[in-house]
């Protein structure tokens, strides 16, 4: 089956210290993977797509094929990240299958 | 980019009920697609809804319980029907250009 893994529900960290949101995908092939972010009370929006290779917000994500991971990692923390974050990836069906979702917290 | 919006926002039904979601892109896309996101959960794919043909429905999901409309590239239709409190959760719209873009969301409480 094709899966998208994402290890961790909550993820709490303080404001400046590093984050990582772990993603893990099942897929033989080149995938098509994204992370989307959806803050408190607001919809659902991409925030990274592996081929653009862009940061956003100060997020970055690297496809690593060896590994099968697309993790999330930003540097330094800031509140207005907390949000929930969830791996996704398209099928040959233009479908996106996500992952069951981090929650981030960050702490002052 | 796509700007999606869906009418309701919200509702709250008696069970045995039906509710339709509209969902209205600003333009046009050949891919629309409906997710459900029950309570502390992700997003499941409920069904494409295709222009000019029958939805294509996901495993558990069924055209009976989830009939959908696409009668252009610019709107849809998720009906809910004979609703029991296990339907209460998210609809969320989406659709596709160079990549997918997702609707504010329906919250459906089924009483």
């Known amino acids: 089956a094709q899966r998208v893994t994402q290890p961790e529900k909550l993820l709490s960290v303080f404001k400046g210290a590093p984050v990582e949101l772990k993603c893990n995908y099942s897929y033989s092939g080149s995938p098509e993977l994204f992370w989307y972010v959806q803050y408190s009370r607001q919809r659902l929006q991409l925030l990274l797509r592996h081929i653009s290779r862009e940061s956003i917000k100060g997020f970055t994500a690297d496809l690593n094929k060896g590994e099968t991971s697309f993790h999330l990692k930003k540097p330094f923390a800031q509140e207005e990240d907390s949000a929930m974050y969830y791996c996704a990836r398209v099928d040959s069906s233009y479908k996106l299958i996500f992952g069951s979702g981090t929650r981030l917290l960050v702490r002052p | ?111």
């Open chain 2, 1 to 111: 980019s796509a700007v999606i919006s869906q009418k309701p926002s919200r509702d709250i039904c008696q069970r045995g009920t039906s509710l339709t979601i509209q969902c209205q892109v600003d333009s046009q896309v050949t891919m629309m697609f409906w997710y459900r996101q029950q309570p502390g959960q992700s997003l499941t794919l409920i069904a494409t809804a295709n222009q000019g043909s029958e939805a294509t429905y996901e495993s558990g999901f069924v055209i009976d319980k989830f009939p959908i409309s696409r009668p252009n590239l610019t709107f849809s239709t998720l009906t809910v029907s004979n609703m029991s409190p296990e339907d209460s959760s998210i609809y969320l719209c989406s659709a596709r250009t160079d990549t997918q873009y997702f609707g504010p969301g329906t919250r459906l409480t089924v009483l």
